[in-house]
């Protein structure tokens, strides 16, 4: 499975310029073709946790990946427009780009936006390039832009022009629609699916109308639909999510869907030891919360990146065990059921199951803008955790941030 290796943001808010991982970069301007050369990280794993104090950027490294997200899925102004404007994002002092690079398999996706005369963001460049197997040669460059303009390698022929009518839009998204450019359509396929969590028990508990749907919503607002179409698709994988997770970890014997007549679905719960259901409305938040991340988590093909943002809160130690522990399960499988993980957190006890090299530490510097660092550089870290520290206790006892 391809995942992502690196990531470079620059002058998204606190976020002046920060790196995790490797990126792979052609040492070229946008648009020249020339050697690459490879940063000195090791390449994410597939789970990043982000660890660090209030303020420090945590929620804006997750609102980055969406903002990405958000750039592919509508466009760029609107993207600014979502989060209050390109003057709100933009680092303070900093030169008028804000970049992001992605660092894909051996695909290197790089995003710059900026804003006009008019304060009307645009996309300033993009390109899409493909760095060979041997570091130091570049065997195609599949696309870039500035300004509107630039060029598009089809395999095996010659570049051709692009002019584009709307400079808000991505490239991604035109060129990732057309089967002729298998890469790019992978690559906008794989943005397209990114899942980052917002779960709102308040909208999880609002009936929706009748339907199934495969996709959880960013809120959780569709959780009836989703079990709705496992009730459908996977009833057998759905009796073992109830009968082996949810029944141990939170004495849930069976769940059910049921069309109300006023064309609403609701959800039966039933507890163990009780005949009659509960409804979403009844339940606890971390209960909800637990279905939902378990259900999305348990999906035959889950989202091939998943964010999370203090995935704790509301759940009690214990139910995030079992929370954690799917996680390792869908981060190490070899096949399509595996996923990347980018989560923030607060818990000891979340930390306490990582590796050094799993955990990142965002720190603010004498500037006022965030630094990060992996736990693994440090080596005492590393020693103390060879000799059976788990990581979380070292976190809590000041060894991992002073
Ligand atoms: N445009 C900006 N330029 C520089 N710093 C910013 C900008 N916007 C917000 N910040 C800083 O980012 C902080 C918010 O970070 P946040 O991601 O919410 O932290 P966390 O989730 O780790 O608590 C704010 O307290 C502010 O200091
Ligand atoms: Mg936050």
């Given amino acids: 499975m391809r995942s992502i290796l690196g990531l470079r943001i620059k002058n998204y808010r606190i976020l002046k310029d920060i790196s995790l991982g490797s990126i792979f970069t052609p040492a070229m301007s946008i648009g020249q073709a020339a050697g690459v050369q490879k940063n000195a990280g090791e390449v994410l794993t597939p789970i990043t946790v ?4 209030n303020g420090y950027g945590k929620s804006t490294l997750c609102d980055a990946l969406g903002f990405i997200v958000d750039c592919l899925k509508s466009n760029a102004e609107q993207a600014c427009l979502l989060r209050g404007g390109f003057e709100r994002i933009i680092s303070e002092g900093s030169e008028r780009i804000i970049e992001f690079q992605i660092q894909y398999g051996r695909l290197l996706y ?18 899409l390039s493909h760095i060979s ?11 870039y832009v500035k300004n509107g303009i630039g060029k598009v390698v089809r395999p095996h022929t010659n570049a051709e022009d692009i002019h584009l009518a709307d400079t808000r839009r991505l490239v991604l998204a035109t060129l990732g629609n057309l089967t ?4 790019i359509v992978a690559f906008r396929e794989f943005l397209d699916s990114w899942y980052l969590c917002y779960f709102s028990p308040e909208a999880a508990r609002i009936p929706p109308l009748v339907s199934s749907q495969r996709h959880l919503s960013a809120n959780g607002s569709n959780l009836a639909n989703v079990i709705a ?3 459908r698709e996977h009833p057998a994988l759905l009796d073992d999510l109830v009968n082996q997770v949810f029944s141990n970890v939170l004495g849930i014997r069976k769940i059910e869907t049921f069309a109300a007549e006023d064309g609403r679905l609701l959800v039966r719960f039933y507890e163990r030891g009780l005949t009659k259901p509960f409804y979403a409305a009844q339940m606890s938040d971390g209960t909800l919360k637990l279905i939902a991340y378990l259900l999305l988590l348990g999906d035959p093909m889950p989202p091939p990146l998943i964010c999370f943002e203090e995935p704790e809160n509301g759940l009690y130690h214990r139910l995030l065990a079992a929370f954690v522990d799917e996680i390792r399960k869908r981060s190490a499988a070899s096949d399509k059921r595996q996923s990347q993980f980018f989560i923030t957190t607060h818990q000891p006890y979340l930390v306490d199951v990582l590796k050094p090299n799993e955990v990142w530490i965002l720190e603010k510097g004498e500037d006022a803008f965030a630094k990060i660092r992996r736990a693994s550089d440090d080596p005492i870290v590393n020693n103390m955790v060879q000799e059976g520290m788990p990581l979380g206790a070292l976190w809590f006892s000041e060894y991992l941030d002073k």
């Fill in 180 to 183: 002729e450019f298998p890469d």
């Fill in 110 to 127: 790089t995003l710059c936006i900026s804003a006009d005369k008019y304060n009307i963001p645009f996309v300033y460049a993009e390109t």
């Fill in 229 to 231: 179409f496992w009730e």
């Fill in 133 to 143: 197997a041997e570091i130091g040669a570049e065997d195609s460059m599949n696309f």
């Fill in 50 to 53: 982000v660890v660090g104090r």
